[in-house]
C-alpha cells in the first residue's frame, strides 16, 4: 500500500515528493543523482543479501532457544515386550529378584513409558493401588566374561560374591568405611532369588547392572526418608516409588503462592541437612534441576526427595570422579567439574583442580532458588518475594549460590539457619 506525502527538506526550503510504503520506508519519488546510484541494481542486490543472512542467523538463534530439541519416547509397546521378555526369562530361572514375582503375576500393572530414546529405561507401572516407577539398568555386553571363575555347577558361591561385590563395586563407593553383611544378605538374595538361593551366570550378569550405580545408593541409603523408597528388584530392573515431580517445574513457580514457595525451600533445606550427614557421608548430588526433585505432601509442608541418581555421589567416589574430570585441558572455569559439581581451572598447566568448590546447598541457592539463565529457568524467588525481606533475602541467596574458595566446602550450617529464619519470618511460621 502506498500513500503520496510532501516532506520539507533542509535543502533550500524545496518540497519534494516521497511516497511511504508499508514498511515506514520513504524515497524519493523522482530519484536522481546520489539516489539513483543508492538504488542501483548491484547495491540493491548487496543490500537484500545482507538482509537475508542477518535474518537467518537470528531467526534460528531464536528457533534453537524458544523450541526444545524434539524427544524420542520409547513406545509402549516395546516396552511391554521387554517386560514380557523379563518375565519370560525369570520363569526359566535365568532372571531373579524379590519384585519379579509381582511383576510377573499380573499384580503390576504398565501404564506408560517415561524414558527417552529407543529403548526403554524408565517405565511408570501401579502395584497395590499406587504409581510406581521401574528403571532399567543397562547390562553388561553378553560377550564379555564376568571377572570369576564358576564352580562346576555353573555357579556362583556366596563368598565369592561377597568378596567381588565389596571389592569392585562397594569399596568403590564407600572406600574406607566398608559395608556390613545385612546389606550383602540383601543384595545376594535379591541377585540369587527367593526361590532356589542359586546365583547363575546368568543372574550375575543381570545383578552386575544394578551394582553399579543408582540402586546400589538405593539400597545403602534406604532408610533415609529424602531417597525414593525401594521395593525390589527383577532381573537388571529395579522399582520404586513414584514421587510427582510438578511442584518444582520452572513455568509454574512464579504462580505459586509465597507460602507454598517458603514451605518448598524449606524442605529442599531439610534434604540438603540430611544427605550432607548419611551414614555413608555426603551424597552429593550433581545433577540439580527441578524436574530431578520429586514432593510429597506432609501435614507440616512437603518432603522433597532426589528422584534421578545416576550423577550422584557419596563422598569418596565424588573425589574420583572429580580427579577423573582434572585430566582435561582448560582455559577457563566454567569449563571444569561435572555438571552442577564444579572445580577450576588451573591457568598454570591448564588443567582442572581435582577438588571441587561447589556442595549441595551452593548449587540448590544458585540453580533452584534463583534464575538459572542458562537453561532459561524460573527460579523459586525470582517473584513474589514480599518487600519486607527482598534485601536480606537477595542478599543472602548471592553469598549462598557463590562457589567457595576453598576445596570441598562443608555445608555453611549457620547459612542454612539464617535462611530458614528469614523464610519463617516472612510467613510468621514458629
Known amino acids: 500500500m502506498r500513500r503520496r506525502m510532501v516532506i520539507k ?32 541494481s ?17 531467526s534460528y538463534d531464536t528457533v534453537k532457544r524458544k523450541v526444545p530439541r524434539r524427544v524420542i519416547r520409547c513406545s509402549d509397546s516395546a516396552s511391554q515386550l521387554f517386560l514380557q521378555e523379563l518375565c519370560d526369562n525369570y520363569t526359566k530361572g535365568l532372571a531373579s529378584g524379590s519384585f519379579c514375582h509381582p511383576l510377573c503375576s499380573g499384580q503390576v500393572i504398565y501404564k506408560q513409558c517415561l524414558g527417552h530414546g529407543i529403548t526403554p529405561h524408565v517405565l511408570k507401572a501401579s502395584w497395590k493401588g499406587n504409581d510406581i516407577i521401574l528403571k532399567v539398568k ?62 547363575s551366570y546368568q543372574k550375575m550378569w543381570y545383578c552386575q547392572a544394578l551394582l553399579a550405580g543408582e540402586f546400589l545408593l538405593s539400597i545403602l541409603l534406604k532408610d533415609s526418608q529424602n531417597v525414593p523408597k525401594l521395593y525390589g528388584t527383577c532381573g ?20 505459586r503462592p509465597w507460602t507454598t ?20 557421608g555426603t551424597l552429593y548430588m550433581c545433577d540439580i534441576k527441578s524436574e530431578n526433585f520429586g514432593v510429597l505432601t ?22 574420583q570422579v572429580m580427579v577423573k574430570e582434572s585430566e582435561k585441558w582448560c582455559t577457563k572455569d566454567s569449563e571444569c567439574g561435572f555438571k552442577a559439581c564444579r572445580s577450576k581451572c588451573d591457568h598454570w598447566t591448564r588443567h582442572c583442580d ?75 511460621l514458629t
Open 138 to 199: 543397562k547390562v553388561l555386553d553378553k560377550n564379555l566374561t564376568l571377572n570369576a571363575s564358576l564352580t562346576e555347577s555353573n555357579q556362583f558361591d556366596r563368598n565369592y560374591f561377597n568378596v567381588n561385590t565389596n571389592q569392585s563395586y562397594v569399596q568403590y563407593i564407600l572406600d574406607e568405611k566398608g559395608i556390613n553383611m545385612e546389606i550383602l544378605d540383601y543384595m545376594y538374595s535379591e541377585c540369587a532369588g527367593h526361590d532356589d538361593g542359586i546365583l
Open 42 to 58: 548491484r547495491l540493491k542486490l548487496l543490500l537484500l543479501c545482507t538482509f537475508a543472512i542477518m535474518f537467518t542467523f537470528f
Open 298 to 319: 506432609t501435614d507440616s509442608g512437603y518432603l522433597i526427595k532426589p528422584i534421578d541418581l545416576d550423577f550422584s555421589w557419596l563422598s569418596s567416589q565424588m573425589k
Open 354 to 428: 581435582p577438588d571441587f568448590y561447589t556442595n549441595n546447598l551452593i548449587n540448590i541457592c544458585r540453580l533452584i532458588f534463583t534464575t538459572n539463565a542458562r537453561i532459561f529457568k524460573f527460579g523459586l524467588f525470582d517473584q513474589g518475594v514480599p518487600r519486607n525481606i527482598q534485601v536480606r533475602l537477595s542478599l543472602l541467596l548471592q553469598d549462598c549460590s557463590t562457589p567457595s574458595s576453598e576445596p570441598s566446602p562443608p555445608t555453611s550450617s549457620s547459612m542454612i539457619r539464617d535462611l530458614r529464619q528469614i523464610l519463617h519470618d516472612s510467613i510468621n
Open 261 to 280: 514457595k517458603v514451605k518448598l525451600a524449606l524442605a529442599l533445606l531439610d534434604m540438603v541437612e540430611r544427605l550432607d550427614n548419611t551414614p555413608y
Open 9 to 40: 527538506t533542509p535543502e533550500g526550503g524545496l518540497e519534494r515528493l516521497y511516497s511511504v510504503v508499508s514498511g515506514g520506508m520513504l524515497y524519493p519519488r523522482n530519484p536522481t543523482g546520489l539516489y539513483k546510484w543508492l538504488m542501483s
Open 236 to 255: 537388571h530392573v529395579f522399582a520404586v516409588e513414584d514421587v510427582p515431580d510438578e511442584m518444582l517445574e520452572g513455568k509454574f513457580l512464579d504462580k
